[in-house]
């Protein structure tokens, strides 16, 4: 049965939303939390794994050092403190991918707390989210559920478990309640993420790739009477994976939970699970962090980062990417419009590859946000997905600039290069695009049209120098498009003047 559902205009006209988002970021490390097996995308099920990934009696854990060097990275990153010590729980609860009955994790003793991050919109707008903590802990395995529809457990006959995943390290960043966005509430939730995102691929602590769940978000939502009313009741919706699937689960659940305040019901806490089109569906009644009985880890001591590693961390951190986009944007001369167009293209880090390759970045810009964000769209495909380097991007605006390519030739070297053809230089040649600057044969075809055309030479004598463009598209024309139009032009102008 679906869900009677609110306008969401009207819904956030009568209720206050409350957000929170636990994004969980999956650290790059060479080996598990906890372990030895290797840690990597894929393989075969259960070939990743040791007697510790899976639980057996007797198999004790060891604290990867790693996965706490990017745990510490994160916090700093966000403006967290970190903490002089810190140790290891017990989440209880069972399900078939965590075979010891319980998920390693951090409770009331966080790596880090106490942070924030400053979000821009898509007009320009700030907001800045509050963040509890961000703590250390293991994943699960994946179930495949074997019989059902679009493999969901739903009629499945039975089902497989993988446990290549479980012990992968991860870090979980959790919000405060977000409150003061209203209607904007999907969209500061989805740039948080992306926020978040871009902050781990920039400290080098994950691919952070969201389809093959890197990130993920839980996103918690509620509606209250108002600004000054008690928080509501809330709804988690897991696991969600993509910025467009948070915005969406956002808006349906306010739309949800308003209609069910509105007809005087009651709103369930409990988990939910996002859908391809953008609803949710109920999942299990929502725990509280004191059902699963959460106790100190026995096997793990705790965790006591000196102070002196904890600032080697901070000065090593990098640029982050507010400050980069920031400084990018000035030395680009962009405005800011146009800075939020790249960022939201995904185009960046692109352009100032492009732009160490060897040119400038408007020129980078100009073929980024250009031909080739057409070509993306034609092909229905992601900018870094096409077939072209941003060294190459830069080799064909050097052509350009060396006069060997006009812009019409390089647009069709550009596509030279994005059928699979080889470098610029290469489909140039290959398919003689390059500028014909013998001037021994620019002349020759100048003759040969105002020959052709001798009522266009009086004309241009007799100061209509306009009638000039006549002569430079014969002479485009007989040269395939190949020369140097300005420069044709001024020797036209010198033939009939000199």
Known sequence: MSDTLMDYDEAVRRYDPVIGLEVHVELGTATKMFDAAPNAFGGV??????????????????????????????????????????????????YPDLAKDFQTSQSDEPIAFDGALEVELGDGALFTVPIERAHMEEDAGKNTHIGGAD??????????????????????????????????????????????????????????????????????????????????????????????????VIRYEISRQAAILASGGRVLQETRHGQADGTTRAGRVKSDADDYRYFPEPDLVPVAPSREWVEQIRAALPELPAAKRRRLRAEWDLS???????????????????????????AARKWWMGELARAAKERETALEEL????????????????????????????????????????????RGLEVVSDESELTAAIDEALAAQPDVADKIRGGKVQAAGAIVGAVMRATKGQADAKRVRELIMERIQG
């Open 387 to 430: 077939a072209i380097t941003p060294a190459q991007v830069a080799e064909l605006q050097g052509l350009v600039d060396s006069g060997r390519l006009t812009d019409k030739l390089a647009r069709q070297v550009l596509a030279g290069v994005l059928a699979g053809e080889g470098d610029p230089e290469a489909v140039a040649s290959a």
């Open 45 to 94: 099920p259960n070939s990743r794994v040791t007697p510790t990934s899976v639980g057996l009696p007797g198999a004790l854990p060891v604290v990867n050092k790693r996965g706490v060097e990017y745990a510490i990275r994160i916090g700093l990153a966000l403006g967290c403190q970190i903490a002089e010590s810190c140790r290891f729980a017990r989440k209880n609860y069972f």
């Open 151 to 248: 493999g969901r457990i739903e009629g499945a006959s039975h089902s497989l478990v993988d446990y290549n995943r479980a012990g992968v390290p991860l870090v979980e960043i959790v919000s405060r309640p977000i409150i003061g966005a209203g209607a904007r509430a999907p969209e500061v939730a989805a740039a948080y993420v992306r926020s978040l995102r871009d902050i781990f691929r920039a400290l080098g602590v994950s691919e952070a790739r969201m389809e093959r769940g890197n990130v993920r978000a839980d996103v918690n939502v509620s509606l209250r009477e108002g600004p000054d009313a008690p928080l509501g009741t809330r709804t988690e919706t897991k696991n969600v994976n993509t910025f467009r699937g948070i915005d969406a």
């Open 336 to 362: 800011d419009s146009e800075m939020r167009d790249v960022v939201n293209a995904g185009a960046l880090e692109l352009i100032e590859a492009t732009a160490q390759a060897g040119t400038t970045g408007q």
